[in-house]
């Protein structure tokens, strides 16, 4: 049947990560990190949609961690999905920003994809963490709207 080789985190998706997280926290008006290295929690090379270059899905935060707890009061998420264009290189095709001076802390990682709803194309399991507790939500890819969140459920305890 052959083997799945899932795609590898190198060469652009390395560069543009910080590059992409950098320009959403601007418009977001939130601080930059001391130091993009240390803000990036999660990066992975992602194959939602074959042939190509691979998806990228990053976290980046400041003044939190990937994991149920307060996070700082001037401490930001960013959370983005993106993929590449051969002309202007990755661009996000789904992302959220939390600035937690403004809203309770919110901080996803990406945790597989899969097409789980049978309609063919890939939709992306998410772990988001926040104050208290934790749960799952899905994010699919929608013809007339892009990609948005389908799903949300609670984590099993």
Not at 48 to 68: I, K, Q, Y
Not at 122 to 132: D, K, Q, S
Request: glycine letters at 12%; hydrophobic letters at 35%; a neutral charge.
């Amino acid at each position: 049947v052959g083997e799945y080789s899932p795609p590898q985190v190198a060469g652009p998706v390395v560069r543009y990560a910080p590059l992409v997280a950098e320009r959403l926290v601007l418009s977001g008006g939130l601080p930059r990190p001391g130091s993009w290295g240390r803000a990036q929690r999660d990066l992975q090379a992602l194959d939602l949609v074959r042939g190509g270059s691979p998806e990228m899905a990053t976290t980046f935060l400041s003044g939190d961690n990937l994991a149920v707890g307060p996070g700082e009061r001037e401490g930001w998420s960013v959370f983005y999905v993106a993929s590449y264009e051969q002309r202007t290189g990755y661009n996000p095709i789904y992302s959220e920003v939390s600035d937690y001076r403004k809203n309770p802390k919110r901080a996803p990682k990406a945790i597989d994809y899969l097409n789980f709803n049978g309609r063919g194309g890939n939709e992306l399991l998410v772990h988001v963490f926040g104050p208290t507790d934790s749960w799952y939500e899905a994010i699919s890819a929608d013809a007339n709207q892009g990609w948005k969140k389908v799903w949300e459920g609670r984590a099993c305890r």
